[in-house]
């Protein structure tokens, strides 16, 4: 199983923002932000900042997809 942030991506798209301006928003890094684009695991306390951030949940920015086989 994978992670999929095309929500987070949509999101930001919706709310007229950057990608820039959620680092500032949420206080991550922009190697935070590449890690998400290439579908990498980061930690819970990151996702809690951009939530946060956004004024939304897990299940807003995030989906578990199953690996195809």
């Not at 991506?9 to 949420?26: F, G, H, P, Q, R």
């Not at 579908?39 to 995030?62: H, Q």
């Amino acid at each position: 199983m994978s992670v999929c942030y095309k929500k987070l991506w949509k999101i930001l798209i919706d709310k007229d923002m950057k990608k820039k301006d959620l680092v500032e928003a949420a206080g991550i890094s922009t190697y935070t932000i590449n890690k998400l684009n290439r579908g990498d695991n980061v930690t819970t306390d990151v996702l809690v900042k951009i939530c946060k951030a956004l004024e939304c949940s897990f299940d807003d920015i995030m989906e578990v997809v199953e690996d195809d086989k």
